[in-house]
């Protein structure tokens, strides 16, 4: 065992959830769970992007007082790429649901493995 | 003299030869779906669409299924528990070994960084400098994940656009369960905090480059201001000033202006050109260079894509 | 600076506006639009391929006023530029082949939609080919993932849109997987474009130092890709992808999507970790087992198939297994096979979906074997062009999948470990793809006497028959001028790290 597993316990933090979401994604056969699961998933990787930006003692990248040491701020770069994936996080969980509302109209219920029994009922 | 078979259908050869020809199919009855004809497109299977919660007392019918399928469903399901605990266990294993939390001598802590804290300022003119970073350092990036929203709206307008007017009409008929009829309290509400809530994401789309905030920030904002007032006052009095085509419209004009300021920024950087973008005094609203107008345009469109899932969502229409 | 060197920017900018004007024109006119930008675009990247051969290194365009590693930037050598104008190549005639099945099966509101989703993934793969930058990458992998998903459930029937959601499954454990590798190797790295982070990387294998989270994010990172390519264990969503969408969609899908990130991969290999670095850790011999585990697997599956698509599909699994195997490989002639067989799979995959639309239309619709007995007399072209295709998977000489499996073999006798193996399954991978390809052509080449379906003349499907014929072109001169490209390819893999 490394060194810094409770040092970074932030990390550790961040990937449970990342193998609870992973796991929902992959286990769970009601579709909206499905959809819980991938927003966990997400969202514990942008907490383990968020801590690799911090620095013990220091504040947020905004230029206060005219001071622009280095010392005295954080990394801006994984907030920024924060950020974008947060963006991306939505968008991909809209268009999910939408596929769900549309699967759940047609035919009446949430779960996926029921949908394939129809659909090979059909036989469509 | 030939030797005569009495079963001389179903011997090897003949199936094989009905293999061959295509007239039978090995894996009937176990995993394989027999596909039939499909409907024409435009016939929609769009059946009871208004009973949304009436048909639960319904059970799908019970048929057998191959073993074969209980059996790989089984599999696959411990297969994965499996999977899901090896994964969790190994990165586990990995956050030993990385860096530690907080550290100043970690490896990402380096030139990069020195720069955009250190030159920030002179070099974009922002005072945040991670809106510094992502709108004019990595401008492209932005470009995209905007453009990822805007795919991702179009995707939702395929699914769940009405376009046929009856549909429409029949849409807008089953909406009006969930339009309140002048409720008091959330009328009353919406009228006092809708301008609020306005105001506060346009302030926030403004001060992205000197304080936290941004485009995304502020849009996000601004929609669900919006949302708000549909929820409150209904669909008809929205579409006095925001309906489809004012919608397409600032859509279309928000993404065009950030690729052209963008492209325009990238070629000149590129080619080595003086771009006349004047980067202003670091700390006024009007300052910035491209984030200003940038982040304009982000904000409308975030705005704009949030309402629109709400509203393509509730009755597939704006 | 040249301003031809301005190309590869343009390309990507002129896709993602083209895309943003098209949202809001009606069918015919981002029809159009969307001709004209590919017209456009094929010339740019021709344009820059002539330009790389000429002066025979490659550039780095920085995107706005800031070097690397502080700002954005684009790089083009000769694979980049080859690849990109490939992908313009193919994508035309896949857009132009199914156009008539696209105005049958999608709702008539609707085309416009699909004509943003085209342009947007194209500049999706134009920005992951030539994209020198790792989040770039990422963000243009969402923007693909997002568009093929509405490629694929256009038809908005159930069964289109129950394999939209299957795939949008896959596709985004795959993401999850390349987001969180790439976030560990920007943790032990501290850089995003992809010279620096090669740098730290050699200097971190070289002193040893952080050892264990460099190979879990490398692995973390091939099996993200390898997810979203459909490797072998991977490849469930496949079939019903590409077997029920509708048929530009499932030409575009098989022969350029997956290979967007195949060859994403290849970049990360050569120029994020490093070919020696990433043969030291033992994912190459894994990459190895499932691609032949999937070649056999794949084509086992085909056989079983009673609907031609899903056939056609099936097979597909089979040549990304072949295009991992070459990877396996792990020496220089492997990774050229691989890039020989993206190109030449991209040519003829797409040949066989559009050939194989013509066919099922002229016996009522149906999929199945046995309505599709005499098509090929029925249709005359389809039926000629399903044959050129089926012959070059097989591996016939004269056509592209001959050239690609004689770069696989001795790609495969130089490696002295793995020769067997790859030899073996290569054979009987041939042998397995010869069984229902050659199924297929008798079938629809067996005289029927009277036949309830009528057949189609030239004149009623002028566009169709002159996009088939321009992709049997394309076949045969991958297939008898192989060298050039070949010579091509092994430049640009040189000049690539």
Known sequence: MGPNLFINYGEAVAMLLFGIGFGNLLLQSNLIKKIIGLNIMDTAVYLFLAEKGYIAGRVAPIVADGVQDMEAYINPIPSGLVLTGIVVSVSVSALMLALTIRLYRRYHTLDLDEISRQLKKEGL | MSRMKNNYENSRFMRFKRWVDGETDLLLNTMEIVPAKEPAAGEREEASKDSFGEKDGKNPPVFSEGRGLLYFRRFYQAVSVLLCCGIILVLLWTVAYL????????PDNNEVSARYIEQGLQETGAVNIVTGMILDYRAFDTFGESCVLFIASCCVMILLMVDDAILKKQEAMSDRRFEPKNDAILQGTALVLTPIIFIFGIYIILNGHLSPGGGFSGGAIMGAGLILYTSAFGFHKTQRFFDEHIYKIAKITALCMYGLIGTYFYVTGANGIENHIPLGIPGHILSSGII???????????????YAFYALFRRGGL | MDFVQNFPCFSVILCLFAGILSSGLKDKAAMRVNTCLLGIVTL????????????????????????????????????????????????????????????????SGKTYLYYVLTDLLLSSLLALVYTNDMFTAYVFVEINTISACGLIMIRQNGRTIEAAVRYMIMSLLGSGLLLLGLCMLYDLTGHLLMSNMKESVARLAATGQYEIPLIVAIVLISVGICIKSALFPFHAWLPDAYGYSTVSSAAILSSLVSKGYIFLLIKIIYRVIGFDIYGDTRIIDVLFAFGLMGMIFGSLSAIKENDVRRMIAYSSVAQIGYIYMGFGMGTEAGMTASVFHILSHAATKSLLFIAAIGLTDVSGGSRKFIELTGAGYRNKWAGAAFTVGSLSMVGMPLFSGFISKLLFAQAAVQNHVKMLPALIVLGVSTILNAIYFMKTVIRIYTPVGYSAYPSITFVKMRVYAVTLVAFILLNVILGISSQPVVDMIRQGLAMFS
Not at chain 3, 53 to 67: D, I
Not at chain 3, 102 to 107: A, D, N, S
């Open chain 2, 99 to 106: 860096p530690s939390f907080g550290n100043a001598g970690n």
């Open chain 2, 292 to 306: 200003l107008p940038i982040n304009f345009c982000v904000g409308l469109e975030v705005a704009c894509t949030m």
């Open chain 3, 44 to 107: 740019l990247s021709g344009a820059t391929l002539l330009y790389t051969l000429q002066t025979g290194q490659s550039f780095v365009y920085v995107m706005g006023k800031f070097p690397a590693p502080w700002g954005n930037e684009i790089r083009a050598g000769v694979l980049e530029a080859l690849t990109a104008l490939f992908f313009c190549v193919i994508m035309l005639l896949s857009l132009l082949g199914g156009r008539h099945k696209l105005l049958e099966e999608v709702e």
